[in-house]
C-alpha cells in the first residue's frame, strides 16, 4: 500500500496559479521530453564519464522506466535513490517521473540506519542504491536491512562494484527496448518527489513536492536568475539528492532545458577544475564549499576560469565577508538563498541594489510570489497572527512551491502547518518596511547556558566578521554545571587564533559577554555531512572531549 500523500495547500490555491501560468500544470517528464524534441542534441549533462545529450539521457531514462515498470513499479508507488551525483541519478529522476512513481532520493554516505527509517516511513518498494561508493556498499546494506522493510521489493545495484546476490543490476535494466515504454501522464499536482529535511527531530523530516511545486514555484526562483533567459549551465556542488539539489533535474533540465555539470564528490579541486573545463553560469554550493574554493583560489595554483553568472550560496547562513570575497574572486554576483526543503524560498537576487536597512541577522532578499510569499508571525500562537511590521517572529510561507505534506507524520503536519496552507518554518527573521527579509535564527537552535538562550547562528554571523575566520560553527556542549556551554570551531584564515582574540572582537560588535564561546576548536576544515552541510554533531563530539572550558564574564 502507498504511503498517504495529501495536499495540505488549498486545491483553489493550486489550480489559480496553474491557470495564470506561475506553474506550467505538466508533469516533469512531460517537461523534460519537450526540451529533448526541441534541442535532442544539446548537452544535458557533464559527468565523471563525460557528456551526455538530451536525446541519450531520455533513451537511458526510458529503459531504466521500462526496466523498472518490468519490475512492478507502477503509479504512486514511492522508489529510494543513494545514488553520488552523475547519469545514474538524473536518469533515476526521469525515469521515476515517466512512470508517475514518487521519487526519495539522499544522498551516498548516509548510514543504513537513516536510509532504512526513510525507506520505512515512505512504504518505498524499491531502492536504486550504490554497489559501492567511497568505500560504503549502500546496494548490500539495504539488502541486507530488507527483514525491516516490509513493503521494499526490489533493491537495485548501481554503478561500479559488485552486484550482491538477490539485487537486480541497474545494466540489466538499461538493457531494455525503450520503444516498449509508454509513459504515465501523471497529474502535475501529485507528488513527484520527496525531499528530505534535517530539521530538529530524531528523524530526518520528509516532505513531499508535486510536480508543479518543483518546476513552477522552485523553476521560478532560478528562471529569476536567468537574465538573457539562456539556457542556464549550473555546476552543482552539492548532492542532487538533497534539497538544494531539487534545483537540478526538476528545474534545469525539466523547467529550463539546461545542463548539469556535476563533478562527483565535492572537493575545491574538483569544484575550479569544473568550473575552468565547462565554464557555468551558475554555480550552486553552501557557504562552506564556495569558503574552502576561495581558500585554494587564495593559495595559488587554480586554472582562471569565465566569471559565471552568479554563485548561489544556501543551506545554511552565509556571512558579509564570504559574499565579498566570492564576488570579487568569482568576478559575478554572489546570491544568498535562504530555503529549506520545508517550503520556503527568499533570495538576493542578481542586481545588489540599493543597500538594505540596517538591521539584524543576515539579509535574504524580498519574497517573490512567483515562488513563495512570506509573512512574520507571532510565535507560538495557533494559526497565523501576523507580527507588526520590523518586529522578529517566525518565518511563515505560502506560495507555488509549498510542499504537500511531511510524509508519513501527522504530527509534523499539525505542528508546521496551518489550515489555510501556511508553512511554519521554525526560523525567526523580520520583515523590514522596503520589504527586505532578514533571517535572526531558529527558535529552537539555541544553546541553553545557566537558563539563558544563545543563538549559535547570532555569534557566528560577527566571528565570521573577524578577518582572521575564513569559516566557523558554534555548537552546544555539555556542561555538568551550566547545562550547556557554547563552543566556537573556527577554520582560522592564517596563523593562529585564541578564544581571547574572538571574544575581544565580539565585545567590539557588541555582543554581550554572556553570550560569547568559551570554547575553541581550530580545525583545517569543517566535516561536512553527506548533503554537503557542517557536520554539526561531529564538531559537537570533537568539542566534548576538548577538556575544560574557560569561564564567559
Keep these: 500500500m502507498s504511503v498517504d500523500l495529501p495536499d495540505l495547500l488549498p486545491a483553489a490555491l493550486r489550480r489559480a496559479w496553474a491557470a495564470d501560468g506561475t506553474c506550467p500544470d505538466l508533469d516533469l517528464y512531460s517537461l523534460y521530453r519537450a526540451r529533448r524534441i526541441a534541442h535532442p542534441e544539446r548537452t544535458a549533462l557533464v559527468d565523471a564519464e563525460g557528456a551526455l545529450t538530451y536525446a541519450a539521457l531520455d533513451d537511458r531514462a526510458r529503459r531504466l522506466a521500462a526496466g523498472l515498470a518490468g519490475l512492478g513499479v507502477g503509479p504512486g508507488d514511492v522508489v529510494g535513490a543513494q545514488l553520488a551525483n552523475g547519469r545514474d541519478a538524473v536518469a533515476a529522476d526521469l525515469a521515476l517521473a515517466a512512470l508517475g512513481a514518487v521519487a526519495l532520493p539522499f544522498p551516498a554516505g ?11 516511513r515512505a512504504r518505498a518498494v524499491a531502492v536504486i542504491a550504490a554497489a559501492e561508493h567511497r568505500g560504503d556498499r549502500h546496494a548490500a546494506e539495504l539488502l ?4 525491516e522493510l516490509p513493503a521494499l521489493r526490489h533493491v537495485v545495484a548501481a554503478g561500479p562494484g559488485p552486484v550482491p546476490e ?17 509513459p504515465e501522464r501523471p497529474d502535475p499536482d501529485d507528488a513527484a518527489r520527496i525531499l528530505v529535511s534535517s530539521g530538529s527531530e530524531a528523524e530526518p523530516k520528509m516532505v513531499a513536492y508535486s510536480h508543479n511545486a518543483l518546476a513552477g514555484g522552485r523553476g521560478n526562483f532560478l528562471g529569476s536568475l536567468l537574465p538573457d533567459g539562456r539556457a542556464p549551465r549550473c555546476l552543482f556542488l552539492v548532492p542532487l539528492a538533497s ?6 533535474t526538476p528545474v534545469t533540465l525539466a523547467r529550463h532545458g539546461g545542463t548539469l555539470v556535476l563533478p562527483g564528490h565535492f572537493t575545491p579541486d574538483a569544484a575550479l577544475a569544473a568550473l575552468a573545463a565547462h565554464g557555468p553560469s551558475h554555480v550552486l554550493g553552501v557557504p562552506t ?5 576561495l581558500d585554494r583560489i587564495a593559495r595559488g595554483g587554480a586554472e582562471p576560469f569565465p566569471a559565471p553568472t552568479a554563485v548561489v550560496v544556501g543551506g545554511s547562513p552565509l556571512d558579509a565577508a564570504t559574499a565579498r ?8 554576483p554572489v546570491v544568498n538563498l535562504y530555503g529549506s526543503a520545508d517550503g520556503v524560498n527568499c533570495h538576493t537576487g542578481l542586481s545588489d541594489g540599493p543597500p538594505a536597512a540596517p538591521g539584524p541577522g543576515i539579509v535574504a532578499g524580498r519574497p517573490d510570489p512567483r515562488v513563495a510569499d512570506i509573512r512574520i508571525a507571532v510565535p507560538d500562537v495557533p494559526g497565523l497572527r501576523e ?3 520590523g518586529a522578529v517572529g517566525e518565518i511563515v510561507a505560502r506560495g507555488p512551491m509549498t510542499p504537500l505534506c511531511y510524509v508519513a507524520a501527522p504530527e509534523l503536519d499539525a505542528r508546521y ?11 525567526l527573521g523580520v520583515l523590514g518596511e522596503d520589504g527586505t527579509l532578514r533571517v535572526v535564527g531558529r527558535l529552537k537552535d539555541v544553546v541553553i547556558r545557566g537558563g539563558a538562550n544563545i543563538s549559535p547562528a547570532e555569534v557566528e554571523i560577527e566571528l565570521a566578521a573577524h578577518p582572521g575566520v575564513r569559516d566557523v560553527v558554534c555548537v552546544g556542549v555539555p556542561d555538568a554545571l551550566m547545562g550547556e556551554r557554547l563552543a566556537a570551531c573556527v577554520v582560522p584564515r592564517a596563523g593562529a587564533l585564541s578564544l581571547a582574540e574572538l571574544c575581544a572582537h565580539l565585545d567590539g560588535r557588541g555582543l554581550e559577554r554572556g553570550r560569547h564561546p568559551e570554547h575553541l576548536l581550530l580545525v583545517e576544515e569543517l566535516p561536512l555531512t553527506p548533503a554537503g552541510k557542517p557536520d554539526r554533531a561531529a564538531l559537537r563530539e570533537r568539542c566534548a572531549g576538548q577538556g575544560p572550558f574557560a569561564r564567559a564574564g
Design 166 to 182: 538477490g539485487a537486480v543490476a541497474l545494466s540489466a535494466l538499461l538493457e531494455c527496448d525503450p520503444a516498449a515504454f509508454r
Design 325 to 332: 570575497e566570492a564576488r570579487r574572486v568569482f568576478g559575478c
Design 243 to 248: 534539497a538544494f539539489g531539487s534545483n537540478g
Design 417 to 427: 502547518r496551518t489550515g489555510d496552507g501556511w508553512v511554519r518554518t521554525g526560523d
Design 289 to 293: 564549499m564556495i569558503r574552502m574554493v
Design 144 to 147: 541486507g536491512a530488507a527483514g
Design 110 to 120: 548516509r548510514g543504513r540506519r537513516e536510509a532504512v527509517s526513510l525507506l520505512g
Design 387 to 389: 507580527a507588526p511590521r
